[in-house]
């Protein structure tokens, strides 16, 4: 019986350097060399009420242009990325061009690195006009986060690597040989899935308590004073929206005055006969929604003890003036009881206080200041804040420019001093006398090392709040620290109101690769398929003769098949 057995089949020799050469050839049609990587942070994308806003889009896989008319203004840029630095942005032009919805391959906004949150020790240069570029920054993220943008935009910092790049992309833009697949150039590249709705979002509110002190016998509740401060940000990238001043100087102006009032209280000669309420609220800049479910959590004897609740909102800015907002007429005599408070104190303290009026609309949702949620309760409430005028939805709550560089320590201790002994004097009655509770030489001092080390965390720490999660660590060291100077802490977790719906993927890794053109990979192609023919026929001829080589390429005869 014949052997089936067969020995596997090896491959001649002859064909290894072949075979080896074939892999390059197709290594190099997509012949291209990593330049650099840089972080990127995505454009926010939400809705709201099931309108979109933002980027709509993640990944990224162009070629790189440096202007909005790279080779003319009727060039197709359906296919290319734009780097623009936000020093030299045109914003009549990019608002043109994103109102107009004409299509782009992406967008990369090129930020100044001392806009970076990390670089809490920075200074900008006496030759930079800050202001301008503030106000510009301002005007575009607000343009970026009130379009429908088809496609990714993403932020990154100037640093010397990607500002060669962009060095040389300008030059070939200049010359008229953008880069395109033909041309070969710069290609830019992010790596991400489709960005993913995140389920209803959790916020949570936090809250602590001092009670105040009640005589034996008393059956009578004590009256409360809330001070709140709402910890969430919103801006144009959410994984750089810090708010150093909105709201984290409220945030921490609050901790600081739980810290004074708790060695006040801690004394019972000393404690007043106000509780005191403080909260830290998430969901500010979508109407103060977690206020509302907070307030709406509280039963009726503690709304009705409430005497009135002073909410803190953007106490850090270099100026002196700031301004109490009220919902309740202004001649309202207790209105009218507290301003006075707390423009004597402020004249002490070289500050002046303001005080605005703003009527609400209960059947209206939108809620501009965080008192007005309380008024909608009908608790007296006020805001005390550096900001004149209301802010629009989703206007001045923390995003690119509000940061470390542009919030003054020494604005939030005057803030600070400004409504602990606005708030001591009333809690005593002592309302008309000059007295200084919390003076610098007291062991009630305001302590500026606390300041600086909480305002510090919570500049380099982005708190939107569709993207923290219930045990998130920011959440758990704001009531840690709660907790060290108050009683009966608790947090309150809640679902942001329904109308707002937001998606995953805020950051990312970009590469930047220099690719070759088509040009020369076709030349590449055909000097390396040369060489392999060569070869081949070399190593045919030599190891089986020139005759079997010329049989390969002969048609063979065809034969008849004889019918039996």
Known sequence: ?????????????????????????????????AVTAVDVYRLVQYDISGVPFGSRLATLNHHAGSSFFGSGSSSDLSRTVLILPVRELNLTLITEYIEQKKLLGGLLLLLPPKFRPENTGSTFGADEDIDSLRNKLVE?????????????????????????????????????????????????VVAASDPKRIAPPNIANIQGWLPGLKVDGDSNQLPTIAIVASYDTF???????????????????????????????????????????????????????????????????????????????????????????VS????????????????????????????????????NPRVAWEHEQFSRLRITAATLSELSTAPELLESTGGLTDNRHFTSEASIIRSIKLVAETLARHIYSQEKKSISIFADDSSLAVNPSYIRSWLDLLSTTPRVAPFLSKNDPLIKALEKELADHTAEVNVQH???????????????????YQVASVTFDLLLLLVLGSYLITLFSFLFITTRGLDDLISLFRRPSSRKVKST
């Open 1 to 33: 019986m014949a052997n089936s057995f067969r020995k596997p089949a090896i491959l001649d020799p002859m064909y290894y350097p072949i075979i080896a050469l074939l892999i390059a050839l197709i290594a190099c049609v997509e012949l291209s060399d």
């Open 328 to 363: 309740k007429p202004p001649e309202n005599a207790y209105i009218q009881q507290i301003f006075q408070g707390f423009s004597t104190v402020a004249e002490e303290l070289g500050l002046q206080v303001g005080l605005k009026h703003k009527k609400i609309n209960i059947l």
């Open 235 to 325: 801006g144009a990238a959410p994984a750089l929206s810090v708010g150093s001043d909105s709201n984290g100087s409220g945030v921490v102006a609050l901790l600081e005055l739980a810290r004074l009032f708790s060695a006040l209280y801690s004394n019972p000669k000393t404690r007043g006969r106000y509780n005191l309420l403080f909260g830290l609220t998430s969901g500010g800049p979508y109407n103060y929604n977690g206020t509302q479910k907070w307030l709406r959590s509280f039963d009726q004897r503690l709304r009705e003890s409430i005497d009135y609740a002073i909410c803190l909102n953007s106490v850090g800015s270099l100026g002196n003036q700031l301004h109490l907002h």
């Open 140 to 188: 575009l993220e607000w343009l970026l986060t009130h379009s429908n943008i088809p496609y990714p935009v993403y932020f990154a910092f100037e640093d010397d690597n990607i500002n060669a790049v962009l060095a040389e992309i300008k030059r070939n833009d200049a010359s008229g040989q953008p880069a395109t697949a033909t041309t070969g150039g710069y290609k830019l």
């Open 494 to 512: 809640e679902t942001l109101d329904g109308t707002f719906t937001f998606y995953d993927s805020t950051s990312g890794k970009l590469h930047i």
